[in-house]
């Protein structure tokens, strides 16, 4: 699987997605914001965390808008996968390719710590390593995490089974309870906890990992 | 020319930061105060032959997100 990770000046978790994606087995390219293209043969384009370009006018709105990310929205609307965690997930609605946006928390506070997470589907690349159901700890670390859609939006994302994880005790005021999405043709995911995060032994709790091999068996012929 | 855009959250989407202000303004003895809704003012300094409605393509691709928030120009 050939993946590349994006940098935006602001950026703070590429680094550790990079590690997580090339111990998978993963061959990891950094590409940065004014790159207009992404290289060749590119399979999955993982958009870290951070804080890009200083969270100035909303969080991940400046970083939607780059050069690289036009690239990022041609690839998934050819059918690229995209993984897009905390500032990456706040992007990725940003552009568009996920519904809803990310609020300010709804205790107003920066909450980092491991949460309870359920996976709510296993039909997906990402969450095919897990079983529908089931609990796992993972860490977040935002102050705009809340996730928020309209009536209709929400029930389409249940109706269409299209919400990968949802936090087991709500942390920020999400609606659902809603931690993680899929697009519609379940390629991109957006997700606020740090799988890279929980990948490791020295980690404290390697629940994130099983989402990297998912991605791998799904991706490595390809 | 130039325009000042004004951007508030919807109505219905959640202003924790406008609730939180409620509640100081409260602690401070101003009672009365039935809600505070917090938005953003951004102030542009157009070029000649600038037009509203580029203020308006500005706001929808940029400077407010639609899904969350609702936006006003004015021209000054």
Redesign the interface.
């Known amino acids: 699987m050939k993946a590349a990770v994006v940098q935006f000046p602001g950026s703070n978790c590429d680094r550790d997605m990079a590690v997580a994606l090339e111990k998978s087995g993963a061959d990891v390219t950094t590409v940065w914001h004014k790159d207009a293209a992404l290289p060749k043969g590119v399979d999955l384009v993982a958009i870290p965390g951070g804080f890009s370009f200083g969270d100035y006018l909303r969080c991940g709105a400046i970083a939607a808008n780059s050069p690289i990310c036009n690239a990022v929205v041609d690839h998934a609307n050819a059918g690229g996968y995209v993984l897009g965690v905390c500032n990456g997930f706040q992007i990725l609605t940003e552009t568009g390719l996920l519904p809803g946006a990310l609020l300010r928390n709804a205790g107003l506070k920066y909450i980092c710590r491991t949460v309870g997470l359920k996976v709510e589907t296993s039909n997906s690349a990402y969450t095919e390593g897990y079983n529908a159901g089931a609990e796992i700890g993972v860490p977040i670390a935002h102050h705009d995490g809340n996730y928020f859609a309209d009536d209709e939006t929400i029930a389409k994302l249940k109706g269409d089974d299209r919400v990968a994880f949802t936090y087991t005790d709500n942390p920020n005021g999400s609606r659902g309870d809603i931690a993680g999405i899929l697009s519609e043709n379940r390629r991109v995911l957006g997700m606020m906890p740090h799988p890279e995060r929980a990948y490791e032994q020295a980690h404290g709790n390697t629940d994130g990992q099983r989402l990297f091999a998912g991605l791998m068996a799904q991706l490595a012929d390809a | 020319m130039k325009a000042r855009v004004h951007v508030m959250?919807k109505d219905g989407?959640?202003d924790?930061?406008g609730a939180?202000v409620k509640h100081a303004l409260g602690a401070l003895g101003f009672d009365g105060v039935d809600g505070v809704r917090q938005g953003k003012v951004i102030e542009l300094d157009l070029a000649d032959g600038a037009t509203e409605a580029q203020v308006g393509e500005m706001c929808e691709?940029?400077?407010a997100?639609t899904?969350?928030e609702s936006y006003r120009i004015e021209v000054l």
């Open positions: 959250l989407v959640l924790p930061q939180a691709k940029l400077l997100n899904v969350i």
